[in-house]
């Protein structure tokens, strides 16, 4: 893996939104700096995300200095949201996980977000992610905490990957699905210059400056067959990686990461398996 090297970065500020692709980010112990500290909740307190409002692909956030984020969708007026005091929190549940949260101060912010969705929805915010949320125990080291992503701080993907992936899928009953991009698996970081499905096999590695333990691979959800322009879903890829990517009872794409170190990581850093 000599050749291997970070190809991109990708932060989402707002989970569920689409993201930005900075050319470099910070690592903190949780996540890149500023990514998914921001959710949707219900009117129960549940995160909202894509599974349940697919519409939300076609939605963006940017993320602006201090923490803040501008808001955008389709038909909607871009809107700038600055970080809520923390006095606020209040309980939410991400999966199985019950912490607080800070919802946004401006009315007009869940207004905002109810409009675009047709739902009741609040945008909430991680005041400290040191403190908030933990990695699940099964796969943690002590201490170890996460922003509002799916359950690890980071997602590792490789461009081999897709490309065997993509190929398994024009050989399958819905060819006409593909090739799929790399943004239907959300992924933080993209590796190129790997052999593929190789990172099934790391237990840790750096990019850059920064290293990372692989904490377990990923198992995937409709999430992935939702088309990141369109929000339309098919079948694909879920039927492709069951018949050829099931894993320990997953359906695997990708390896979650925890970084051992904070630092900077940057587009074009080698990435190198360090054990």
């Not at 932060?11 to 930005?20: C, D, E, L, M, T």
């Not at 890149?32 to 009117?43: E, K, S």
């Not at 970080?83 to 929190?89: D, I």
Request: charged residues 20%.
């Amino acid at each position: 893996m000599g050749n291997a090297q970070l190809l991109s970065i990708h932060i989402h500020p707002v989970k569920a939104f689409r993201g930005v692709s900075p050319r470099q980010a910070g690592v903190e112990p949780w996540g890149l700096a500023g990514d998914r500290r921001w959710m949707l909740v219900d009117d129960g307190g549940r995160v909202v995300t894509q599974r349940q409002q697919p519409r939300l692909a076609t939605a963006a956030a940017e993320l602006l200095p201090g923490g803040g984020v501008r808001l955008s969708a389709p038909g909607a007026e871009p809107l700038t949201v600055p970080v809520p005091r923390p006095a606020a929190a209040v309980p939410v549940q991400i999966f199985r996980d019950e912490i607080e949260a800070v919802p946004a101060e401006d009315a007009a912010v869940h207004a905002w977000c109810s409009a675009f969705l047709g739902a009741d929805v609040r945008l909430v915010h991680m005041a400290d992610p040191a403190a908030c949320r933990p990695v699940d125990p099964r796969f943690a080291l002590p201490g170890e905490t996460v922003s509002f992503a799916d359950g690890y701080p980071l997602l590792v993907t490789t461009t081999a990957s897709l490309d065997a992936l993509n190929s398994l899928i024009a050989q399958g009953e819905h060819a006409d699905e593909g090739p799929l991009p790399m943004n239907r698996f959300r992924p933080n970081v993209v590796v190129t210059g790997t052999d593929a499905w190789a990172e099934d096999g790391w237990q840790r590695v750096s990019i850059g400056e920064v290293d990372f333990r692989v904490a377990k691979k990923c198992g995937r959800c409709v999430v992935t067959t939702t088309d990141q322009s369109s929000a339309e879903r098919g079948k694909e890829p879920l039927h492709t990686l069951g018949r050829h990517r099931r894993i320990d009872g997953m359906l695997v794409f990708g390896q979650n990461l925890v970084p051992l170190s904070p630092g900077t990581i940057r587009v074009g850093d080698p990435v190198r398996v360090v054990g």
